[in-house]
């Protein structure tokens, strides 16, 4: 997705723009009626001319008032017919146009939620809401305004252009060697214009990404008081666009240029031909206005396709972008032919000598032959250090990824064999890093259980020690929580988080650090609701403070992506090696070493 390999797709010309046409099926009524108000402000706007010879050769030279007046009555009828067939083909091709655009939203957005954590590890979520919204308003500019622009200007060209032919053959003639001469800088300038499209969208991208990217750590920036080199570092990305954006529009202007000069150059020296045709008697001087007024038409609808072929061409590089996306499948994703595990999931749980590498990290193994078999209704802590794998393991249960050796089995059957929704369904997890969304309190707990009533959303709140502080709130669960929980404490957020976890009521719970954002009466609190929790279900703890797995059934140590020892807490430390040694490390100097057990 970066500069180097999007170039040269950009050559595909307007072979994206095919991509919206399944949209556009969806809406064959509006196309039609679109197309209908089309043809009727065609054809008014075409008879304008014929009116205004018949009006100047025939109603001056009867010196007939009478027909005068039916002459401007007939274009004041013709004028009426214009315009309301004018507007009402803009209203038709405006809905049109939302309408697709908001049916290619929905599109990418539904593909970017099944993509999966691979495709995230390479791309950066500032390009991906750039082609969401950019790419998509460039699409929708083209159908709900370009197109219809440029099927009337072709329209008005065909019929200006067989009309001159019917006025005046001969001058038509010499109008029409000018045409090649038109259509060469098209081709020639279009080109560039379209590759500079698709540089310009590329470059909003990478700003949109900075953005996003220094707008979702403003806190950090501004605790290294870094604001002035981010804003330093988003101009440079502001400037780059603006250059990218000044070449588009230097080419699209000269091109404009050389088309109209030749256009208008043409018909200048077609009329002067016209002009001594009248003078010489071989031509009346109503033909002569109807065909400068054809002329007229065709030199304006000329005009307008080059406006509107800028911003085909620029849609055509966002339809490019947002076709790539589409495209791209997950590797992650439910098979073809499913199994169903008998309910109730009873979570048992089993790796087979699982060996995995992350695909940005492909020189080093995040897990190395690891097996671990977790019977229904065991706590298993995972412990070791930074860079072990326990987050792996997480990782792997959920299928985010998918082992590259082994196997990993939920009630006897491989995950890959089950549906996404069945594996995700069957856990509960409570992550390190609490994501709080821009919604009410009951929205957020109701992550883990969308349908539940209002009642089994506060029994979960009190469970997690969470209800007070609601209700401490100005509006109580319907209180908006801000972008990323911002008007809650870290300890707050994570209680958030461990009331959706009871909500959803699943079989395996997933604890990551369920408690290290609370203080030590508040996780003495959680620390009962989590127990109770955990009764009769499978669950599986990371954890960093080993005080906090004490009491777990099994602790599992690892180091280096493979299994070094396991046990209980007392049979490991008498054991020795790293886990006593991680043990030492944070129980001899420990506030609360007097409360660990040996």
Known sequence: ????????????????????????????????????????????????????????DEGFSAADAAFVDRAFIGLLGVALVLAVSTALRFLFVSLLGERVAADLRRGVYDRLLELDQAFYEST?????????????????????SGASVAVRSAVTLLGASSMLVVTSPKLAGYAALVIPLVLLPMILFGRR????????????????????ETLGAIHTVQSYTRERAMAARFADAVGRTLE????????????????ILLVFGAITGVLWVGAREVLSGAMRPGDLAQ?????????????????????????????????????????????ETPTSPVPPIRGLLRFESVGFHYPSRPDRAALDGFSLDIRPGETVALVGPSGAGKTTVFQLLQRFHDPQQGRILLDGHDLRALPLAIVRGAMALVPQDTVIFGASAADNIRLGCGDAPLDAVQAAAKAAEAHEFIMAQPQGYDTYLGERGVRLSGGQQQRIAIARAILKNAPILLLDEATSALDAQSEAAIQTALERLMEKRTTLVIAHRLATVLKADRIVVLDGGRIVAQGRHADLLAQGGLYAELARLQFTDSPRAAEVPA
């Open 1 to 56: 997705m970066n500069e180097a390999t999007a170039r040269p797709r950009s050559q595909q010309g307007l072979r994206p723009l095919a991509a919206v046409l399944p949209y556009l099926r969806r809406y064959r009524g509006l196309i039609l009626a679109w197309l209908t108000f089309l043809a009727l402000s065609s054809a008014a706007t075409l008879t304008l001319p014929v009116a205004v010879r018949i009006v100047i």
């Open 193 to 212: 214009v379209r590759g500079l499209s698709r540089q310009s969208q590329d470059r909003i991208a990478d700003t949109s990404a900075l953005a996003g």
């Open 291 to 335: 065909f400068l007024l054809f002329a007229v038409m065709v030199a304006g609808s000329v005009g307008a396709l080059v406006e509107v072929w800028g911003d085909v061409q620029r849609a055509a590089g966002a339809m490019e972008r947002i076709g790539e996306l589409l495209a791209t499948a997950p590797s992650i994703a439910d098979p």
């Open 244 to 259: 990218t954006a000044k070449r588009r529009i230097h080419t699209r202007a000269l091109l404009t240029a050389v088309v």
């Open 124 to 144: 950066r979520t500032g390009e991906l809401l750039s082609r969401l919204t950019t790419d998509t308003e460039l699409v929708q500019t083209v159908v709900g």
